[in-house]
């Protein structure tokens, strides 16, 4: 079994910033990717960053220029380092885990909220 454990959300104002973390920890044989996707009430859950083993990394248009993602392989980590934050960004934040035999993990889930 794999786990992912998230951290670092909260509560902070337009124009401020959060950084999240996933750990992964487990059964972990060969990591394909890592990323995060995130879900607003009433809305579909939406690809933010995602970062390859060779480093290639990916982000939604929305939050390009503003957010960062990068990636520990040393410790099973990855990070998320979200700034100039809008309330649109206001969401549950999900760590993912994607393996290259094809599995796929995900984290509990960590809420944040941007609002004056």
Known sequence: QVQLVESGGGLVQPGGSLRLSCVASGSI???????WQRQAPGKQRELVAAIGSGGSINYADS???RFTISRDNAKNTVYLQMNS???E?????????????GANYWGQGTQVTVSS
């Open 29 to 35: 044989s060969s990591i394909y990717a890592m990323g």
């Open 63 to 65: 939050v390009k220029g």
């Open 85 to 87: 934050l809008k309330s």
């Open 89 to 101: 960004d206001t969401a549950v934040y999900y760590c993912n885990l994607a393996m290259w035999n």
